[in-house]
């Protein structure tokens, strides 16, 4: 019943869709800026950023999980980072979340990667445990630093001076 297929290009406004209401669901709606012309041009050109699969329940798409590689320093090897995964509130339940970050896990070993991290919100308890229950360990000590907009643009003039 369960199937995870890698997306396409033509997948992309469906990739769109699930990431307007995984926003949604963090309540968080107003800070999704992205195009499908942005992630055709990053997922799918000659030097993609990013990947994706997609979750299906009886051939109907359920849910998404978006990731890239980066590198481990410290352990001097790669790292699969999830940035986003979502399960469609109708198909929560089934199994579908489970098979796409084993589905990850499993990549992530192929690659050869040191790691497998991804983020969550504070407030999500229920998938906090559910991370937890499969083997993820919550980070707290790690705070997460970001740069955005108008203080980046500062930041890279900062070079120039």
Known sequence: M???R???AGDVPLTVQFIRELAEY???ADQVIATP???LRDGFSDRPYYRVVIGEWEGQPAGFALYFFNYSTFRGRPGLYLEDIFVRPAYRGKGIGKALLLHLARIAVAEGCGRFEW???DW???AINFYESLGAQVMKEWLTM???GEALAKLAALADA
């Open 2 to 4: 369960i199937s995870i």
């Open 6 to 8: 890698n997306a396409t």
């Open 26 to 28: 963090e309540k968080l």
């Open 37 to 39: 012309d942005d992630l």
């Open 119 to 121: 983020q969550v919100l």
């Open 124 to 126: 999500n308890t229920a």
């Open 146 to 148: 970001r740069v955005t």
